[in-house]
């Protein structure tokens, strides 16, 4: 029997994390399936790091913060809970061996309509499975939790190694950093030694791979780069110290 869920209005809640970024999370969904969205406010356009699971609009969440900027909305990654919302944007960018998105296929919500693949994740993250339903309220009341599936998107471009994000007084940089997905990328800042890291690292959390050996090399390139607050997928922020103690703690365990 689906459950009747009330309507989570506004569907993202946001948060100041300092230095002209704000963090947009959609707190009606399952915790395992909630993931960060990076808001970057720029002189001349603005930036988004991940677009969530697209379950609720992204768009009216990042257009109260950008005052009318063009915004260039990338992907660090094709799983299904980064990549939601970036249909709802005209700039879409991300690697382009990350291309299909999302990948490997869509979120649904009924749990009886979950993928083995995702009860799988489930299980090797540690998190309990929804008993009926992934979610605690609905976007609006016309919402259809059984027919609702990861909307489907292309990028209008793709971001290489070095490619830079020039918002005007302030510049990022693509770093290719494989091994969560085969084109997952981080964006870094060197003049503030400020990193999005998507899914290549965090913290509180046990970490997932598809290549070990490129996963070990992304996290050592890490590691090396003079970190200062990391901004990840999911979860707090954290620092440099703690991001390379959390590397080091990563490699031990991929043996």
Not at 9 to 19: K, N, R, V
Not at 155 to 174: K, M, P, Q, W, Y
């Amino acid at each position: 029997m689906i459950p009747e869920l009330p309507v989570g209005h506004p569907w993202f809640a946001a948060e100041d994390a300092g230095s002209g970024i704000a963090r947009l999370f959609e707190p009606y969904v399952d915790p395992f399936l909630e993931s960060n969205v990076w808001h970057v406010s720029g002189a001349e356009r603005d930036l988004v790091v991940d677009t969530a699971n697209g379950i609720g609009p992204l768009r009216p969440a990042v257009e109260a913060l950008s005052d009318g900027k063009p915004v260039v909305a990338i992907a660090t990654h094709a799983h299904f809970d980064h990549v939601g919302g970036l249909h709802e944007f005209d700039d879409r960018r991300c690697h382009r061996l990350d291309a299909e998105m999302p990948a490997p296929a869509g979120l649904r919500l009924m749990r009886e309509a979950f993928p083995d693949w995702l009860v799988e994740d489930f299980a090797w993250y540690g998190s309990p499975l929804p008993e009926v339903v992934a979610l605690s309220a609905v976007p609006d009341a016309s919402f259809d939790v059984t027919a609702w599936t990861t909307p489907p998107t292309e990028a209008t471009s793709f971001l290489d190694e070095g490619d830079a994000i020039d918002l005007g007084d302030r510049s990022f940089v693509a770093l290719h950093t494989p091994g969560h997905t085969d084109g997952s990328i981080c964006l870094w800042e060197e003049a503030s030694g400020m990193i999005f890291t998507g899914d290549a690292i965090y913290v509180d959390a046990r970490l997932g791979w598809e290549d070990p050996e490129a996963f070990a090399a992304s996290l050592v390139r890490l590691r090396d780069l003079d970190i200062r607050i990391a901004h990840s997928g999911h979860g707090r922020s954290f620092e440099g110290a703690e991001l390379r103690d959390a590397v080091d703690a990563a490699l031990r365990g991929l043996g």
